[in-house]
């Protein structure tokens, strides 16, 4: 049933004249405005030709993600220039619930568990790597080494030794390259054809090009070494892709296996490389909470390797991050196109429209989240309870991210080592500002400095 039926009326609209300047000049700032400026009601936003509706409150997104998924199709906005790198939405990919299958396979429950020490040894690895090669006060672009820890995490649990590390590393950098280039202007405009330039759009074929070339010749050893037509064999994502048969016995293409190993380290990276990232300022302007974070990590790991063993007690860690993708909702925006007219809250939703709903919005709604541009841990401390769509860090509703459980594990893993191992700093800048692409990104690179874990 629709939200609040009651008498039917139209959205409250943004003209045109107040929107497009505004989302011209700072997208992110111009709806974190009008957000506010709602305060919760739907609203549209006149673009001229696009006309989305702003969705803010939890109990709306409840009915957009979940109670009426059906009905809210996963295209436009972002799905589209996505779709040019990994693939197309879910809901136009038929073989999607086969590729889901087999991320659910890797990166969820149990699973995780048979690989965390390995993969936590990998990041220990390349952390004192990370020490070695700069030393004592030596700033570093804290994306490029964090995409470099990331990537040789994922490389060595689910791709073995069909990627050599200087791949792994060319592979980051075109997906970065991929993921930051074209997206604001094709999510602006995404009504304009692929035919017609925007800037940004040469960055990304070059991009793309480089990830076919380094994902499809391993894909196609891999055929030849019968890899798809025998049982067991491998458990990196090339295998199971490779291996993995629909109901009817359908498998998948090249491009549907090229499109699902990207999906998985676009899924598995993007979200950690960007919230860690991020994490740095948010220490830097509260050293309390940097007190407080050490001080859990030297207990209970100490400068040793951090194994499975101590997650259960890296408890202040994990409420860290859970703030941290609030305040910096990587996922910043989860547009729909309505499929059939409906009614929330007694606003005519209309068929064929865009439908966003934002998460950097709706985790600072102020009746939900209390001071919500403050950052406080303590949000997310046991006994705590809000609405269940209140907090869309990996979204919600049959779409949600099958990576959140892995993302927690990783990020807790890393940032145990980093300062377990090293004391990393704020090189610069500070005060630094989110820019809106296909993830909340820092505006300006940010760079750390890492002294050795004695230094004072």
């Known amino acids: 049933m629709p939200v609040g039926v009651g008498s039917v009326r139209e959205a409250r609209t943004v003209p045109f004249h107040q929107s497009l300047p505004r989302l011209l000049r700072d997208p992110l700032g111009a709806i974190e405005e009008m957000g506010r400026e709602s305060d919760g009601e739907i609203t549209r936003v006149n673009l ?34 996505l779709s040019r790198l990994v693939g197309e939405p879910s809901g136009a990919d038929p073989a999607w619930p086969l590729k889901r299958r087999i991320f659910q396979t890797l990166l969820t429950g149990k699973n995780i568990e048979t690989y965390t020490d390995e993969m936590a040894a990998t990041i220990a690895a390349n952390v004192d790597d990370l020490g070695r090669r700069y030393g004592a006060g030596a700033p570093v672009d804290c994306s490029d080494e964090l995409t470099r820890i990331v990537y040789r995490a994922i490389l060595r649990i689910f791709i073995g030794d069909r990627l050599s590390l200087a791949d792994a590393d060319r592979l980051g950098e075109a997906i970065t390259i991929a993921t930051t280039s074209s997206f604001r202007s094709r999510m602006l405009l995404p009504f304009v054809p692929h035919a017609v330039p925007l800037p940004g759009d040469h960055a990304f074929h070059q991009a793309v090009q480089k990830v076919d070339d380094i994902i499809f010749p391993i894909i196609e050893e891999a055929r030849r070494q019968g890899v798809g037509e025998r049982e067991g064999g491998g458990h990196d994502i090339v295998s199971l892709l490779l291996r993995a048969r629909d109901d009817e016995g359908g498998k998948l293409d090249d491009q549907g296996v090229r499109d699902g190993v990207v999906s998985l380290f676009v899924a ?15 220490l830097d302007a509260h050293p309390d909470v940097m007190g407080r974070l050490r001080d859990e990590i030297e207990d209970v790991v100490g400068t040793a390797q951090p194994t499975r063993a101590h997650l259960p007690r890296l ?9 941290l993708l609030r305040i910096y909702s990587v996922g910043w925006i989860i547009p729909r196109i309505v499929d059939r007219d409906d009614v ?7 068929r064929g429209a865009t439908v966003a709903v934002s998460p950097y919005l709706t985790h600072r709604v102020p009746d939900v989240w209390p001071d919500p541009q403050a950052f406080d841990p303590e949000r997310f401390a046991p006994g705590r309870s809000r609405h269940r769509f209140a907090y869309l860090a990996f979204g919600a509703g049959p779409h949600q991210c099958v990576g ?3 993302f927690t594990v990783e990020a807790q893993l890393i940032v145990a080592s980093m300062i377990g191992r090293l004391r990393p700093v704020l090189h610069g800048p ?9 993830t909340l990104k820092p ?12 230094a004072k």
Do not use: C
Not at 270 to 275: F, Q, R
Not at 315 to 323: A, D, F, N, P, S
Not at 443 to 454: F, G, K, M, Q, T
């Open 48 to 81: 001229g030709v696009l006309r989305p509706y702003l969705v803010t409150r939890p109990e709306h997104v409840q009915h957009i993600l979940r109670d009426n998924a059906a009905n809210y199709r996963r295209e436009g906005l972002m799905w589209k220039p």
């Open 404 to 406: 959140s459980v892995f």
């Open 315 to 323: 408890r202040y860690t994990k409420m860290v991050l859970q703030e």
């Open 268 to 282: 598995g990276t993007e979200t950690t490389v960007t919230a860690l990232s991020w994490l740095w300022v948010v």
């Open 430 to 438: 500070a005060g630094v500002r989110p820019q809106a692409g296909l």
């Open 344 to 350: 929330i809250d007694g606003v005519r939703m209309h």
């Open 443 to 454: 505006r300006e690179p940010i760079a750390i400095s890492l002294d050795p874990v004695n």
